[in-house]
């Protein structure tokens, strides 16, 4: 079972460490993602070149690795025996989902390959949350749509939705799931701490769709 639990984390971390902002942004002739904008890797940042369609297979692509990572752990993996953490009981396969979307996460965010420097997180964890507990995915993607068009700030968006994740769970899900959504939640508002020192000065940029010039 520790070795199961242990190769999930691998996998899902591996997984989730493969920059595919940065790669896409080469691919298409807009050099290194990381030298413009907030020169970060995520799709939010891809958006600044101008390139809505190379921004949204980027959400796409930076969604499925952690989502599909823990569903990969959830279908293949035996459900029995029925593990107890933090209070919480749920089955091994349930578990391993969790740890290997969670991992796929912290692969996003600290990717070995950029000297730990990676996203914020926002597309990955929905991802994973999308394939473990649609139902609280779509009402934080409800939430991250409304905050996002009233405001224009992404990453007011990301720390709304983020805030309001594990309410969501704690009510819909058994409790195992708030727990890792917790956790997920309060990485990305760490993740967006430069953000929200820019909100609180009213210096953060705001999203917008023309493209940047040289």
Known sequence: MLLLLFLCAIGGYFAGSIPFGLVLCHLA?????????????????????????????????????????AFAAYKFLPQMPVMHLWGANAPFNVVCSLIAGTFGVLGHNFPLWLKFKGGKGVASAFGFILLTQPYVALIALGIWLFMAFMFRYSSLAALTAAAAMPII??????????????????????????????????EESKITFKKKTA
Do not use: E
């Open 29 to 69: 002739g807009y050099g290194d993602i990381r030298k413009i904008g907030s020169h970060n890797i995520g799709a939010t940042n891809v958006l600044r070149t101008g390139n809505k369609w190379l921004a949204l297979l980027t959400v796409i692509l930076d969604a499925l690795k952690a989502g599909l990572a």
């Open 169 to 202: 769970a704690y009510f819909m899900c058994p409790p195992i799931y708030a727990v890792f959504y917790s956790a997920l939640a309060l990485l990305v508002i760490i993740r967006h701490h430069a953000n929200i020192a820019r909100l609180l000065k009213g």
